[in-house]
């Protein structure tokens, strides 16, 4: 299994800030590194793929960056309803896998 | 747009078999553009991936997963099914359903969830 890390697992901030939400492999995953988006009781929803490439409607505030084993999440000015919980995941195996999570909060 | 809704009992015994359904709306399952796929969220904890189904059949499983796990799919029903056997406590989760696209690991369509609790 290839494992995704991300610490912290929450994050406090405030709205107007500029947040980085880190992600590492465990190997060599390329750029088959995913973020999405989960609010409670919500399901995920894809935010980026293919560590950079922003899915149809995701605001240009978000962006991705990174390569190998570490990647990065980053909201340029955190926005009220940017407050969730993000989960990097990895298709470079057939068993896909996710991070654990990183909610953001606001402090 | 596609519409998928998760279906099944809300609570298993220890040992016996978790059967769940996903029924697609708003298109067809029968597409050569999505997988279709399941995945698990214990409470309070990350996501875990069981597999995706296309519409000829063809399945591909979690390795880590896949002992205890079967998706099966019916066109004619425009629905695709989950059954994990010899079921625990640590298989209490909320349930998703979700839509692949091709299969690249990139799920665009969600299921609301289906929380299972497995109790006795």
């Known amino acids: 299994d290839i494992q995704m890390t991300q610490s912290p697992s929450s994050l406090s901030a405030s709205v107007g800030d500029r947040v980085t939400i880190p992600c590492r492999a465990s190997q060599n995953i390329d750029t088959f590194l995913h973020w999405y988006q989960q609010k409670p009781g919500k399901a995920p929803k894809l935010l980026i793929y293919?560590?950079?490439t922003l899915q149809n409607g995701v605001p240009s505030r978000f962006s991705g960056s990174g390569s190998g084993t570490d990647f990065t999440l980053t909201i340029s000015s955190l926005q009220p309803e940017d407050f969730a919980t993000y989960y990097c995941q990895q298709s470079y195996s057939s068993g896909y896998t996710f991070g654990q999570g990183t909610k953001l909060e606001n402090k | 747009q596609l519409q998928l809704q998760e279906s099944g009992p809300g609570l298993v015994k220890p040992s016996e078999t978790l059967a769940l359904t996903c029924t697609v709306s708003?298109?067809?399952?029968?597409?050569?553009?999505?997988?279709w796929g399941w995945l698990r969220q214990p409470p309070g904890k990350g996501l875990e991936y069981f597999g995706s189904i296309y519409y000829s059949g063809t399945t591909h499983y979690n390795p880590s997963l896949k002992s205890r796990v079967t998706i099966s799919i019916d066109t004619s029903r425009n629905h695709f099914s989950l059954t994990l056997t010899s079921v625990t406590a640590a298989d209490t989760a909320m349930y998703y359903c979700?839509?692949?696209?091709?299969?690249?690991?990139?799920?665009?369509?969600w299921g609301q969830g289906s929380l299972v609790i497995v109790s006795s």
């Open positions: 708003g298109g067809s399952i029968s597409t050569n553009r999505y997988h």
């Open positions: 293919s560590v950079s």
């Open positions: 979700a839509g692949e696209r091709g299969r690249t690991g990139l799920f665009d369509y």
